[in-house]
């Protein structure tokens, strides 16, 4: 089985930036999709961007513009540019490759926090 391991994360002032990287154990050109999910304390696991197999993307309302997805497939790894980050994206940043319809890995999570 897949396993994804997250890194990237850390403490950064509001407007800065970061670049999360998710490295897959295995290939990943089988997902039908890579996704950076979040969780911010006492909130729900949302999702921040995904990118398709076919390379379409899509981003939450709150990052579009701001947060970047893109994928190297020889690395087997998905990165999350993250740029004029504010506060309310301080989060644990969850990786997650989806195989299936009932079938997902996530990672173990990184945490991003933004001071103002």
């Known amino acids: 089985q897949v396993q994804l391991v997250e890194s990237g994360g850390g403490l950064v002032q509001a407007g800065g930036s970061l670049r999360l990287s998710c490295a897959a154990s295995?290939?990943?050109?089988?997902?039908?999709?890579m996704g950076w999910y979040r969780q911010a304390p006492g909130k729900q696991r949302e999702l921040v961007a995904q990118?398709?197999?076919?390379?379409?993307?899509n981003y939450a309302d709150s990052v579009k513009g701001r947060f970047t997805i893109s994928r190297d497939g020889a690395k087997n790894t998905v990165y999350l540019q993250m740029n004029s980050l504010k506060p309310e994206d301080t989060a644990v940043y969850y990786c997650?490759?989806?195989?299936?319809?009932?079938?997902?890995?996530w990672g173990q999570g990184t945490q991003v926090t933004v001071s103002s």
């Open positions: 295995g290939s990943i050109s089988r997902a039908n999709a």
């Open positions: 990118i398709t197999r076919g390379g379409n993307t």
């Open positions: 997650n490759a989806e195989w299936g319809v009932w079938s997902d890995t």
